[in-house]
């Protein structure tokens, strides 16, 4: 499918692996120049050259962490036009809610909320104007799922999607749709990291924590970034202009609700 987006720009944070990159894949297959940012060097420029080599889309690597003004400056300093905006940021790691001070409560709450709300702020006026814009968010299926130990995630993320579902209304008739992408268990550096620190503290192994994670998945297998970034690509086409304000889940099923 052409998903009529070929020549348009597109900002992808935190897009130098996992589902970020994914994103990036994708958007780059769809014929978009992609303005790639992470905070690795070695590691962006390489997913840069990569897909760029593969696709022949154009790939410009902004580096920094995106929660910082100066970053973002750089970024709308390249890309000062953006036609889509992907905004994924790295959340806080697991912790009991006990051990969390007002200063990584506040940290937490930058990087999952507010940072992607300054990338909206920065980006809609001008989609607006020129009568197209996709947002997509990455957010977590903790979002409707309850997830011990990713409450901050969980609540900074949960308050963006709040935060964002009036706006998403607002520019609807704009062409301009904002939506959220809510991953579960998906094959990424998170998750390898996630279930070593599990293992460490029940004194298990790596692959006995896996196969419990992948047992309670009803597709029976982790998701994979290469299928996030198709759906993402997919909410950013020229398709998709009737969607928005809404959550996707892709989770393998792993979360029961009907509704």
């Not at 022949?56 to 390249?78: N, W």
């Not at 009036?166 to 959220?180: E, L």
């Amino acid at each position: 499918m052409d998903l009529g987006i070929a020549g348009r720009k597109a900002i992808v944070c935190a897009g130098s692996r996992g589902l970020g990159r994914g994103c990036a894949e994708h958007l780059a297959d769809a014929g978009c120049t992609v303005f790639l940012n992470g905070r690795n060097p070695e590691v962006t420029n390489q997913t840069a050259r990569d897909i760029q080599e593969r696709t022949g889309s154009k790939v410009i690597v902004v580096l920094g962490d995106i929660s910082d003004p100066l970053t973002q400056m750089h970024v709308f300093d390249a890309c000062p036009e953006p036609d889509i905006l992907i905004n994924n940021n790295g959340g806080p790691p697991p912790r009991d809610f006990r051990e969390l001070g007002r200063e990584a409560i506040l940290e937490g709450v930058v990087q999952n909320m507010v940072t992607p709300i300054e990338m909206v702020q920065k980006s809609l006026d001008g989609m607006v104007k020129r009568r197209f814009g996709r947002i997509v968010n990455i957010t977590s299926l903790s979002v409707y799922s309850a997830i011990p130990g990713l409450d901050l995630s969980s609540g900074a993320r949960a308050g963006l999607t709040a935060f964002l579902a009036g706006i998403a209304r607002t520019t609807a008739k704009d062409n301009v749709t904002i939506n959220q992408i809510l991953p579960g268990k998906m094959d990424t550096d998170r998750i390898r990291s996630n279930l070593e620190n599990s293992a460490s503290k029940k004194g298990t192994s790596l692959a006995d924590e896996e196969a419990a994670s992948i047992a309670a998945i009803p597709a029976g297998r982790f998701g994979t970034p290469s299928e996030f970034g198709a759906l993402c690509a997919f909410l950013c086409s020229a398709h998709a202009g009737y969607m928005t304000g809404q959550n996707f889940l892709m989770d393998g099923g792993l979360n029961p609700n009907a509704f």
